[in-house]
């Protein structure tokens, strides 16, 4: 059972437009959730977090909205810039049950074209 | 520079001998851990440390095994490595002891077993 879903495995965006990713959850323990984003050949680094008191966090062209009803986050990118060209993943974690463990989506792949 | 380092980047290996994968971090961080990765699967846990001497599985430890015998050292062994874990593989640390302190990740190891 897919705990955390990426339902759109590409994206393309124009170069300036907004790029949005979205993520499901179905565990409604999960109440911390990163972002990741991996470039080829290299390890996911850390994007953005978001904890579950917050329905909003921002760092710069990033900003992360959680919707605790929905179980639906997503990751808004203001401008796209082809340097954003990457795969990103989205995480959850049960901090309040005490989880150590991250659970990951399967990546949606951000294509943004100059 | 912070890092954590794997070895080797790339593996071929036929079915049956056995392989380790090192994976050290110089943060001194407390909690390590090792992903795989696979297409269409995202990045699925398979063990993960949260101190010396202290490891347990993750979502996908069949096959495996991991020690932590120094806090800086994590590596994974495949005792008798068969096709189906040909993939590509991360090893992470974060500061903390859980899924929500932000993880450091290495470049990746991609194993083929033949």
């Known amino acids: 059972d897919q705990q955390v879903k990426q339902n759109s495995p590409s994206l393309s965006v124009q170069e300036g437009r907004i790029s949005i990713l979205n993520c499901d959850y179905t565990n409604s323990m999960f109440d911390y959730f990163l972002w990741y984003k991996k470039y080829p050949a290299e390890g996911p680094t850390f994007l953005i977090s978001?904890?579950?008191?917050?329905d909003k966090n921002e760092d710069g062209r990033f900003t992360v909205f959680l919707n605790k009803s929905a179980k639906h986050l997503s990751l808004h990118i203001v401008p796209s810039q082809p340097g954003d060209s990457a795969v990103y993943f989205c995480a959850a974690s049960a901090r309040g049950a005490g989880s150590y463990q991250l659970t990951f989506g399967k990546g949606t792949k951000l294509s943004v074209i100059p | 520079e912070a890092q954590v380092t794997q070895n080797p980047r790339y593996l071929i290996t036929v079915t049956g001998k056995k392989l380790t994968v090192t994976c050290s971090q110089n943060?001194?961080?407390?909690?390590m851990s090792w992903y795989r990765q696979d297409p269409g699967l995202g990045l699925r846990q398979i063990y993960y440390?949260?101190?010396?001497?202290?490891?347990d599985k993750g979502d996908v430890p069949e096959g495996y095994k991991v020690s932590r015998k120094e806090k800086r050292n994590f590596p994974l062994i495949l005792e008798s490595p068969s096709p189906n874990q040909t993939s590509l593989y991360f090893c992470?640390?974060?500061?903390?002891?859980?899924?929500?302190?932000?993880?450091?990740f290495g470049p990746g190891t991609r194993l083929t077993v033949t």
């Open positions: 440390s949260m101190n010396v001497e202290v490891t």
């Open positions: 992470a640390s974060s500061l903390g002891q859980g899924g929500w302190y932000e993880q450091y």
């Open positions: 943060m001194n961080h407390e909690y």
């Open positions: 978001i904890s579950s008191i917050k």
